[in-house]
């Protein structure tokens, strides 16, 4: 298996900076996501790792050896792209076995590991179909088929679900996780979407403006987001306030409140929550209040989802569960909600 090492990256259009000194140690075996908005460099970053583009400053290394200056097809990867870019006058087999042809593998060895891949997709039965005979997500089976079949030692995908419908992105998440592990093969993926990275990812790199933002498994987007920016991508809700010293501590002033800061947060000039850990006032010890005015309801079966515009601040949607003791609010009605002291995180 490969690992892959990327020292300090950059690249750049002309005078626009694309990455800025990206730095990833990603693990052999290892399913990594690239994720972020259009424009922030990680279809970049992808090129960078498969020869197709040059950096402008950086290294890039598999294993121990590095690859800057190295050919594409002389690194032994395989891509799979947004569309599945067949050959519209060949055959399933013959697309598949292309690669194989142009590495001049034999034809008996040829048919055998066609077969094996387009089995690994539950495509076998394909073989002799016209790619304009299938379906988009059969086309993407198709195409990723035709990486597997070369045995590559890196597998990139460069947002290959976009086109497809969710039932179909769903079908093909699944099966791309479960042909990553049962291979083991180290995976690159390209995405914008915040789901699709949490369901696949062990690891999320996150990239904004063409930094490094995070590098981190899913759940500490959740728990732990390093930066501000990371926390609002990952649907935190952040404040920020003045700070105020006085003897008894630093205080964070906010349009929502005045929040005492933990010795452990530095000097903070934001602070954050996420707005599912909003529950009913109770009166709990070691919890902030927030008041506001409910904008809209919206029934979601199993939730109700209140729009709170918060007193002087922004709003935040609160879900609440539908049961017998369910808050029955509507629009226009006043709502307290609480968050625990311990939920919040603090940002310089």
């Given at each position: 298996m490969t690992s892959v090492h990327?020292?300090?990256i950059s690249a750049a259009y002309g005078r626009n900076r694309v990455l800025a000194g990206i730095t990833?140690?990603?693990?052999?075996?290892?399913?990594?996501?690239?994720?972020?908005?259009?424009?922030?460099?990680?279809?970049?970053?992808l090129?960078?790792?498969?020869?197709?583009?040059?950096?402008?400053?950086?290294?890039?290394?598999?294993?121990?050896?590095?690859?800057?200056?190295?050919?594409?097809?002389?690194?032994?990867?395989?891509?799979?792209?947004?569309?599945?870019?067949?050959?519209?006058?060949?055959n399933v087999g013959d697309n598949v076995a292309f690669g194989l042809k142009m590495k001049g593998v034999a034809r008996d060895d040829r048919t055998r590991r066609v077969r094996e891949a387009l089995a690994l997709v539950q495509m076998e039965d394909f073989i002799q179909r016209n790619p304009r005979q299938l379906s988009g997500g059969q086309e993407q089976r198709i195409a990723l088929a035709r990486a597997l079949v070369t045995e590559p030692r890196v597998l990139l995908?460069?947002?290959?679900?976009?086109?497809?419908?969710?039932?179909l992105r769903a079908e093909m998440r699944s099966l791309v996780k479960s042909l990553q592990q049962r291979l083991g093969i180290t995976t690159i993926f390209v995405?914008?979407?915040?789901?699709?990275?949490?369901?696949?990812?062990?690891?999320?790199?996150?990239?904004?403006?063409?930094?490094?933002?995070?590098?981190?498994?899913?759940r500490d987007f959740y728990l732990a987001p390093r930066t501000e920016s990371a926390a609002r991508f990952f649907g935190w809700k952040v404040w920020r306030g003045?700070?105020?010293?006085e003897s008894d501590g630093l205080r964070l002033k906010t349009s929502i409140g005045i929040f005492d800061v933990p010795d452990h947060a530095g000097r903070p000039g934001s602070v954050a929550f996420r707005p599912e850990r909003l529950k009913i006032?109770?009166?709990?010890?070691?919890?902030?209040?927030?008041?506001?005015?409910?904008?809209?309801?919206?029934d979601l079966g199993t939730i109700l989802r209140y729009r709170l515009a918060i007193d002087d601040g922004d709003a935040v949607d609160i879900d609440l569960p539908v049961d017998d003791q369910m808050f029955t609010g509507k629009a226009g009605d006043r709502l307290a909600v609480e968050i625990a002291i311990s939920d919040l995180r603090f940002f310089d």
């Amino acid at each position: 298996m490969t690992s892959v090492h990327l020292n300090e990256i950059s690249a750049a259009y002309g005078r626009n900076r694309v990455l800025a000194g990206i730095t990833l140690d990603i693990a052999a075996g290892e399913f990594v996501a690239l994720l972020g908005p259009s424009g922030c460099g990680k279809t970049t970053l992808l090129r960078i790792i498969a020869g197709l583009m040059a950096p402008e400053s950086g290294d890039l290394r598999f294993n121990d050896e590095s690859v800057i200056g190295e050919a594409a097809e002389r690194r032994r990867l395989a891509m799979v792209f947004q569309k599945p870019l067949l050959f519209p006058y060949h055959n399933v087999g013959d697309n598949v076995a292309f690669g194989l042809k142009m590495k001049g593998v034999a034809r008996d060895d040829r048919t055998r590991r066609v077969r094996e891949a387009l089995a690994l997709v539950q495509m076998e039965d394909f073989i002799q179909r016209n790619p304009r005979q299938l379906s988009g997500g059969q086309e993407q089976r198709i195409a990723l088929a035709r990486a597997l079949v070369t045995e590559p030692r890196v597998l990139l995908l460069d947002e290959p679900f976009s086109a497809l419908d969710e039932k179909l992105r769903a079908e093909m998440r699944s099966l791309v996780k479960s042909l990553q592990q049962r291979l083991g093969i180290t995976t690159i993926f390209v995405t914008h979407d915040q789901n699709e990275a949490i369901v696949m990812a062990d690891r999320i790199a996150l990239l904004l403006n063409g930094g490094l933002e995070q590098f981190a498994p899913p759940r500490d987007f959740y728990l732990a987001p390093r930066t501000e920016s990371a926390a609002r991508f990952f649907g935190w809700k952040v404040w920020r306030g003045e700070l105020v010293e006085e003897s008894d501590g630093l205080r964070l002033k906010t349009s929502i409140g005045i929040f005492d800061v933990p010795d452990h947060a530095g000097r903070p000039g934001s602070v954050a929550f996420r707005p599912e850990r909003l529950k009913i006032k109770s009166n709990k010890a070691d919890s902030l209040v927030i008041e506001g005015r409910i904008e809209r309801v919206t029934d979601l079966g199993t939730i109700l989802r209140y729009r709170l515009a918060i007193d002087d601040g922004d709003a935040v949607d609160i879900d609440l569960p539908v049961d017998d003791q369910m808050f029955t609010g509507k629009a226009g009605d006043r709502l307290a909600v609480e968050i625990a002291i311990s939920d919040l995180r603090f940002f310089d």
